[in-house]
């Protein structure tokens, strides 16, 4: 069976630091990962995705990930963090052999606090 | 652009109560879904619908119905509201389905206390 794990569930820097969210995926099969985006009271937003064509992704507002299939890894980064990056960061893995539909595999999540 | 539109943003229920929560999308995705998410918890299925008319059970369907008469709407009632669907619900749809890396658009949700 599929699952995700994201090692923190919070994790706090300074305006201008790295970001570091991790992210562990178990599959029996290539997988299908994405990495979504929630602000306070606002639905969930797509971030990036993982299409196998290359393995470092690029995403929105400067954040990328990393596919490592040796690690069974996907975490999400950013150089610089912003203010308005403070949200709660959602780690995914879609079971394409759902038999018809989207089924979607979330992790717990991980809230991000940026401060001045 | 509207994309998936929930209503209502919030609620609070005694139990025993019913209710139901409006979904509507105008991406003319044929698969919508209907998520709870719990306080440190991921999302979870609780129904899906792979187009009008039709529905089936995700992870934890107790407790809830839905219906699909039009592409556009998917409602999620509630019967007889417990404690323990206290939750945040979000629908969300995709234009696809059982295809990899097709991305899925939700609501903002609503959050849901019974008393």
């Known amino acids: 069976a599929q699952s995700v794990t994201q090692l923190d569930s919070h994790v706090s820097v300074s305006e201008g630091t790295p970001v570091l969210l991790r992210c562990n995926y178990s599959?029996?099969?290539?997988?299908?990962l994405f990495w979504y985006v929630q602000h306070p009271n606002k639905g969930l937003q797509l971030l990036l995705k993982?299409?196998?064509?290359?393995?470092l992704v690029k995403g929105i507002n400067g954040f990328e990930a990393e596919f490592k299939k040796s690690e069974t890894s996907f975490h999400l980064t950013k150089p610089s963090a912003h203010m308005s990056d403070a949200a709660e960061y959602f780690c995914?893995?879609?079971?394409?052999?759902?038999?018809?539909?989207?089924?979607?595999?979330f992790g717990a999540g991980t809230r991000l606090a940026v401060h001045p | 652009n509207a994309g998936v539109t929930q209503t209502p943003k919030f609620r609070i229920l005694k139990i025993g109560q019913s209710m139901t929560l409006q979904c509507t999308q105008d991406?003319?995705?044929?698969?919508m879904y209907w998520y709870r998410q719990d306080p440190g918890m991921g999302l979870k299925l609780i129904y899906y619908?792979?187009?009008?008319?039709?529905?089936d059970k995700g992870e934890v369907p107790n407790g809830y119905n839905v219906s699909r008469s039009t592409t556009e709407d998917f409602p999620l009632r509630l019967e007889l509201a417990a404690p323990s669907q206290t939750s945040v619900y979000f629908c969300?749809?995709?234009?696809?389905?059982?295809?990899?890396?097709?991305?899925?658009?939700f609501g903002q949700g609503t959050r849901l206390t019974v008393v």
């Open positions: 993982y299409t196998s064509a290359a393995t």
């Open positions: 619908s792979v187009g009008a008319g039709i529905t």
């Open positions: 969300a749809s995709t234009s696809k389905g059982g295809r990899p890396n097709t991305e899925a658009f």
């Open positions: 599959s029996s099969y290539s997988p299908s």
């Open positions: 991406m003319n995705h044929n698969y």
């Open positions: 995914v893995v879609s079971d394409t052999r759902s038999g018809g539909y989207n089924k979607l595999i």
